[in-house]
């Protein structure tokens, strides 16, 4: 009897801004163990598109670290910073179903706005102000020309319930315009926002499964909402839940004590690694 091949795709996105730390190792151990379990393959996109925080020896080290691990993914590495053209295009796509708007707004012009309350999260923004988009109706500049001149948010449905069922946290919800407003595509340096990078790769590479920490929930729906603009199916979503420290507070790139580098120089194991990989035990 032939064995069925399974169509499992799952995904390892490391960003070389920093060392990585337990909880980023953790997301990714169970990224790839679950990638294993289905019999499916297992991606390493590098999220290079943060040129101010971006350094060549981060990627390097991510990549070393994540092998020492025991991780494994499929060749070759795929870096963001190749597939301008991949999002330009999406991007198009987008401005020719009127979808997205120019926004000359800063960000301190949103915080300062009444009623704009901060979303909260690493890679969450504020609540974009209502009264800051314009009309529906409104003729959009070409994106040739004004590329440079301004950034380009996406038009969210408002009043309109978003909902998906968490592979590990269960059922999830949000509503437009209210939970998250008109969020960031494209800035006027030429790069796309974390979100649209990330939906048009997974959408993409068809990736049929994401794992990520809880913090980026908010993300989701966002991301939720651009797949269906370009026409593309959404993928599972299985958020970790966060690796707390000592004191209980969620681990960051600043944790350098609990960094996988800083850990193995003192002598620790990938199994004694992996052995705090428990979602209740804080690292200490």
């Not at 971006?54 to 390097?60: M, P």
């Not at 969450?124 to 070409?142: C, G, I």
């Not at 969020?183 to 990520?212: H, M, N």
Request: net charge neutral; charged share 25%; with cysteine.
């Amino acid at each position: 009897m032939k064995k069925s091949v399974s169509t499992y795709r799952g995904r390892l996105a490391p960003s070389p801004t920093g060392h990585l730390h337990l909880g980023h190792a953790r997301t990714f151990w169970v990224a790839a163990e679950r990638a294993r379990a289905a019999g499916g393959t297992l991606l390493l996109r590098n999220d290079d598109l943060d040129a101010i925080r971006f350094r060549l020896d981060f990627v390097a080290a991510m990549l070393e670290d994540l092998r020492w691990l025991g991780l494994t993914w499929e060749e070759p590495i795929i870096s963001q910073s190749e597939r301008l053209p991949l999002y330009r295009a999406a991007l198009a796509r987008l401005h020719a179903t009127g979808q997205i708007f120019p926004c000359t707004r800063t960000r301190r012009d949103v915080l300062d706005a009444i009623g704009a309350p901060h979303e909260g999260g690493e890679n969450d923004e504020p609540v974009y102000p209502p009264q800051f988009r314009p009309p529906a109706d409104a003729p959009l500049p070409p994106l040739d020309d004004a590329g440079r001149a301004f950034n380009w948010r996406f038009r969210v449905p408002d009043g309109e319930t978003l909902a998906f069922d968490d592979a590990a946290l269960g059922p999830q919800s949000a509503i437009a315009g209210r939970d998250f407003g008109d969020f960031l595509v494209w800035r006027k340096d030429g790069v796309p926002s974390y979100q649209f990078a990330c939906a048009v790769d997974d959408a993409d590479l068809r990736i049929t499964e994401v794992v990520r920490g809880a913090d980026l929930i908010k993300s989701t729906f966002r991301q939720l909402l651009l797949l269906r603009a370009l026409g593309a199916p959404a993928p599972v979503y299985y958020h970790a839940p966060l690796m707390l420290d000592a004191a209980g507070v969620r681990l960051a790139k600043r944790h350098d004590a609990l960094s996988l580098r800083t850990l193995r120089e003192r002598g620790a194991t990938p199994l004694e690694i992996i052995a705090q990989f428990s979602f209740s035990n804080p690292p200490g």
